[in-house]
């Protein structure tokens, strides 16, 4: 069981807080080394928040898991309609024509660039049973899925009264608008807590999840993730690994990682905000979750 670092380095606690104040934001963040230290950096990092397309982690997971145990062939190829798939800015949502590619590259192209459209592709492989069947296994009683990216969207759509997920999310980004929807609403939505993030991450790097071919899977795609914005941007140091996964919606901003500095023992840290206001672009809530990463991490850096 973890505990909270020395209260002689309480100033790291209240310099992550004024991080978040100042960016306009609300924020929780929990970071621990990738060993048996019980030393950890949290803020709010026990309470329950609204994951966003992180939970595309645990999908990883659970589908890698079913790939250890022989239930799916990760190289098995499947076609997917872009005009029939779940809406998104990237991926197989952005392309024209129906494309066929491996299980495993769907779960490549959902972590490396938030790929919606092929993580519901891949729930719908494996079932939302094997996610939960994970989480208990793992013993991560704050986390659960409720659903995928287009469960989220008929929600949205329903919740604004508007007529498409386009309308929706124009709707949520109205600053003049202040909308509660259960998509912010850890009680309602897919929903995990800080700690729980990392305590997954720390397992995953470990090698006690996943076999050791699917652990090395894990941590390369989630190294490959092309969004630098977030707590990427607190660590452009040459040799420096961020293997990360981002989650976005309306005001919620979120990323997990795991930081790796040359010869040091990798540090998992999670950080998940919630704006005050709705812009599509918000900055400097990007440069405050790199920030309150970077702050946590040094903290726990440690030679091996």
Known sequence: MSRRIPDADAS???RIREVFADAGCSGWLHARR?????????????DRVVT?????LLLLVAFCRQVDEGVLDPAARLTVDPAHCTPGPTGLAALHDPITLSRRDLATSMMTVSDNAAADVLLGEIGPAAIAALVTELGLPGTRVVGGTADLHRSLV???DTPSVAAAFAALADTDEAWTVSAYDPAYASATTPAEMTALL???WSGRVLSTGSTAFVR????KQVWPHRIAAGFPHRGVVVAGKTGTIGVIRNEVAVVEFPDEIPVAVAVF???????PILPVVDAAIGEAARIAV????RPR
């Open 298 to 301: 040094t903290e726990l850096r």
């Open 202 to 204: 720390e397992a995953l």
């Open 273 to 279: 905000t919630r704006a005050a206001r709705a812009d």
């Open 34 to 46: 990738c060993d048996d230290s019980p030393a950890e950096v949290c803020v709010g990092g026990r």
């Open 158 to 160: 329903r919740e604004t």
């Open 52 to 56: 966003a397309s992180v939970y595309k």
């Open 220 to 223: 390369s795609v989630m190294s």
């Open 12 to 14: 790291v606690v209240q």
